[in-house]
């Protein structure tokens, strides 16, 4: 795992994760800073779950008094983590999530557009943040939002006159429109479909997990919904009662049935897609775990990591 965050990670960000964690307070770490830790990659996760380095990305309350090297550290580190990449940000608030679940007995659940109910799910989403691959599994998840990605793309058009050649129209497509996305299994080879699958299962958990309100009120109507359910391969008689599911419910149907297509037909199946169809079982925890994250560290008052899309 140590490797598969050292991929992402800045210098100026292993900089901030020498300088700031107790766990490096050495005079040789420090010395060679970001240096050490591309040579030692197995320390990377332990240091990201640092509460010290949670304080100086975050810029929250001062870290506990008494941490030996603080007062030295401090300007330094805030200087740092100014130039924080939005992954190690996004892996900072997985691993704080992990560290707040292990004395937490309930979650809010948003039960409508604003509202919250509790639900008694922790040890679930515990379970779910055990594992290392889904921590990194979900920094790299939202790290692939920091920007909205779209290109053009030539897609068949609707049936033509007898005698004359299928047409191929000019389509374009954004990440966040999972319609257009979906447009794209029909315009691209066989052999790459599985990563516009992957792509899909993403968008599906991104919405519901850290725009929960957004998915629910504006990216989904029955037009767009029982084209998402054959996109996804659902059975045709269980189409119409998918369709009328409450939102939430049908995106986690749609994206853990996207996640699963990537799976069955990727070329080579390596041990990181292993994460995407284990992920596809437990699509509502790791929806449950972004609102956590969401509510806790993206969106608190005073500390607006991302604006809600427009509708």
């Not at 030692?40 to 008494?66: K, R």
């Amino acid at each position: 795992m140590g490797s598969g965050y050292a991929d992402h990670l800045t210098d100026a960000d292993l900089g901030l994760l020498v300088s700031v964690s107790e766990e490096t307070d050495r005079a040789s770490t420090l010395a060679a800073g970001g240096a050490w830790l591309r040579s030692h990659p197995d320390a990377i996760p332990e240091l990201i779950g640092d509460p010290q380095v949670f304080h100086a990305v975050f810029g929250t309350a001062s870290p506990p008094a008494g941490s030996a090297g603080t007062a030295e550290r401090a300007p330094a580190a805030a200087a740092r983590a100014t130039l924080a990449s939005p992954f190690l940000i996004f892996a900072v608030a997985v691993h704080r999530a992990a560290t707040e679940l292990q004395s937490m007995d309930h979650v809010p659940e948003r039960s409508g557009q604003r509202q919250r109910v509790p639900l008694f799910d922790a040890p679930e989403l515990r379970d779910f943040l055990g594992s290392p691959a889904r921590r990194l599994f979900l920094a790299e998840l939202l790290g692939s939002f920091t920007r909205n990605a779209g290109a053009p793309y030539r897609a068949m058009t609707g049936r033509q006159p007898a005698g004359r050649p299928a047409r191929r129209a000019p389509r374009r497509f954004s990440e966040l429109d999972l319609g257009r996305m979906a447009g794209l299994l029909d315009a691209v080879p066989e052999n790459e479909r599985a990563g516009v699958y992957r792509r899909l299962g993403d968008v599906a958990l991104f919405l519901t997990g850290v725009f929960p309100d957004y998915a629910v009120a504006h990216a989904l109507g029955p037009v767009s919904a029982a084209r998402l359910l054959r996109a996804a391969r659902a059975p045709e008689g269980e189409r119409d009662q998918l369709a009328a599911a409450p939102a939430i419910d049908l995106f986690e149907y749609l994206g853990a049935r996207w996640y699963r297509a990537a799976w069955g037909l990727a070329p080579a199946r390596t041990a990181r897609l292993a994460v995407v169809a284990d992920v596809a079982d437990r699509f509502r925890q790791a929806r449950r775990v972004l609102n956590h994250i969401a509510d806790r560290c993206l969106f608190p008052q005073g500390n607006p990591w991302f604006a809600p899309p427009a509708p």
